[in-house]
């Protein structure tokens, strides 16, 4: 049994099928509900204050949403790679400069969002992804699909599966969030807004990858949902609290963040082009090593 | 060619062996039943055969190909899994349908064949509805639909009428009988008399261990025993006169008018037939009527004989 059993036509038919399955069993829709809520109470978070502050007066409405939103932001991009290296002058200066960026050259209320939404995404897209195979394994219904299709087909279709659904979901958390800045805060031009939810959509469908295989490795090696549910929050919230207290009392322990892709993730919405390009091919190559590992113990495990 | 070839399996959970060193052939074209107490190893050999789980040892080819490439009998291999849940809330037909576009079959066949499996198997009425409001009688019977699909020419069935009432363990029996063609069958089963019924061959395993395996002919004849059914009493001269014979190694009586002979064969079909008739000839010589005759074992009295602790 290898990878030269995968199939296009069965990778699609799985994925199509689990997501559909998913949808159906209540999960998938639990998921998009969670995202939508998750996702907009965030942006009404960002949004309500600038709301506030268009009332009183439209005039310095940009400065005031820059200043709102700067402390968020540089804590946000401070959390990333350059706070976790052990500190060094240019770090700090590199920081204002993504900073600037993302809050001076591009609509700083998105960006407020989009890195809200990028720290809490790894725990949202679990409870999505959580259930990729531990529910079938656990109520044998996969032997039903084994003699139709290879194990490949149905780990690697049913990660494709949830990468969709999670990635139309966030398709519509962003639409939602543009088509409100855009129609009710009209601060923004149309094309930059339009831009930059695009890159942050981009974005965000790169990161998640990583942390649905993740999960895809998890839910392959435990039968149980909920202990795969729980175990793929604790490690996925355990790396940054980890390496956050650690880095207080020896520094290289702040190194336990490139554990999982939080050391990278943010480099997505960084201006270097150079930093966008590692740090996607970072996500990718976490995707695909958590994947291997996953598809390694499923193809040889008991079901 | 076999149809399934069982080699040295040997499979553990733990500390228990589930399966020790089994091996056994089953032919093409026959019905074989698998039999064995609770907890003999059944369901793990039908396991390792749809490679569902891996053996610790030994290799089980079916239709001549290593169960450890199924991709290769993807399509040609039908399986009843025990205790195996379908998706609860998704409509029967697109279940199925699902498993008949992975076989290569566009949605319009796949339709087509799902109905006409779900009609056979009498769920053409709840092909809308989902598993949950099927009673476990009808999932039984959806499990089997699923077996049976396309045209599989190898199909294991683990308990295929367990939970089935007598009308519909019927039906499903009919069913495989009229497979018997085109496909070979392995049933695991509690219920001898629905094995002895319906199975050419068999297998029995009692605590991971073969115990034996033939045909079911072979099997039930191998206590080479006479059951007979007279229509009187035979006197004690009478008795002498049996026990007298060459071929007979024993008689006992088993109730009013009812004998069993053990016979004393070389083990040729040919020989057993010719006791059996001297036997019946010396009763009617002596003014006796055979009112029932069976030769050799029930398959219920060999199982318990041979799995009896």
């Known amino acids: 049994m290898s990878l030269r059993e995968l199939k296009g036509r069965h990778l699609k038919l799985v994925s199509f099928y689990s997501s559909l399955y998913a949808v159906r069993g209540g999960t998938g829709l639990v998921f998009v509900v969670i995202t939508l809520i998750f996702g907009l109470t965030v942006a009404n978070f960002v949004i309500k204050p600038v709301e506030d502050l268009q009332r009183e007066s439209q005039e310095h409405i940009l400065e005031a949403i820059v200043s709102q939103a700067r402390p968020l932001v540089v804590r946000a991009l401070g959390g990333s790679v350059d706070a976790s290296v052990p500190s060094e002058d240019g770090s700090r200066e590199e920081t204002e400069r993504w900073a600037a960026f993302v809050l001076d050259e591009r609509p700083a209320l998105l960006s407020a969002v989009l890195l809200v939404l990028i720290f809490g995404l790894p725990f949202m897209v679990t409870m999505g992804a959580f259930n990729q195979l531990s529910g079938d394994v656990q109520s044998r219904g996969l032997r039903y699909q084994l003699v139709h299709t290879a194990r490949a087909n149905i780990f690697f279709g049913r990660f494709v599966g949830v990468a969709v659904i999670n990635a139309l979901g966030m398709v519509l958390l962003m639409g939602t969030i543009v088509l409100y800045v855009g129609f ?48 793929s929050q604790l490690v996925i ?41 590692v740090g996607t091919l970072g996500c990718l190559a976490y995707t695909a090593a958590f994947l291997f590992l996953g598809y390694r113990h499923f193809k040889k495990r008991d079901l | 060619m076999k149809a399934l070839r069982v080699s040295g399996v040997t499979k553990s959970f733990g500390r228990i062996k589930a399966l020790d060193d089994v091996s056994f052939d089953v032919p093409s074209q026959s019905i074989f039943g698998l039999l064995g107490p609770n907890g003999a190893g059944k369901t793990t050999l039908f396991s390792i055969a749809a490679d569902f789980i891996k053996p610790d040892a030994g290799s089980i080819e079916a239709l001549g190909t290593d ?39 566009t949605r ?25 409001s099927l009673s476990h009688g009808m999932v039984q019977r959806l499990g089997i639909a699923q077996a049976f699909l396309g045209e599989p020419e190898l199909i ?39 094995v002895q019924d319906l199975c050419d061959h068999v297998a029995i395993l009692d605590e991971g261990k073969l115990v034996t395996a033939g045909s079911m002919a072979d099997i039930t004849r191998s206590g080479r025993e006479l059951d007979l059914q007279l229509s009187r009493d035979l006197t004690d001269a009478e008795r002498g006169t049996i026990e007298a014979l060459e071929i007979v190694s024993g008689l006992r009586g088993a109730g009013p008018g009812r004998y069993t002979v053990s016979l004393n064969l070389t083990g040729e079909a040919a020989s057993s037939d010719e006791a059996v008739k001297t036997v019946l000839r010396t009763l009617l010589d002596m003014d006796v009527t055979p009112r029932r005759v069976s030769e050799g074992n029930s398959l219920e009295a060999h199982f318990l004989k041979l799995t009896a602790k």
């Open chain 2, 156 to 194: 294991l069935l683990d308990e295929p009428t367990s939970g089935l009432d007598p009308q519909n363990a019927r039906q499903i029996r009919d069913l495989i009988r009229d497979l018997r063609t085109r496909a070979t069958i392995v049933i695991s089963s509690h219920n001898l008399m629905e």
């Open chain 1, 237 to 277: 919230g355990f790396v940054p609290l980890f390496s956050f207290i650690g880095r207080n009392t020896w520094k290289p322990l702040a190194y336990v963040n490139y554990a999982l892709p939080w050391g990278i993730q943010n480099d997505l919405l960084h201006p270097d082009a150079s930093r966008v390009t």
């Open chain 2, 67 to 105: 169960v450890r490439q199924l991709s290769r009998l993807h399509g040609r291999l039908g399986i009843l899994p025990q205790d195996a849940l379908f998706q609860p809330n998704v409509p029967i037909i697109e279940q199925l349908v699902f498993f008949r576009l992975l076989d290569g079959r």
């Open chain 1, 184 to 231: 009710k805060i009209h601060v923004y031009e149309w094309t930059a807004l339009l831009g930059w939810s695009l890159r942050g959509l981009l974005a965000i469908a790169v990161i998640s990858l990583p942390y649905i295989a993740l999960c895809s490795w998890i839910s392959a090696s435990i039968d149980s949902p909920f202990a795969s549910l729980t175990v």
């Open chain 2, 108 to 132: 319009g066949v796949a339709e087509q064949e799902v109905a006409h499996t779900l009609e056979k198997v009498g769920l053409g009425e709840y092909h809308k509805r989902g598993v949950h």
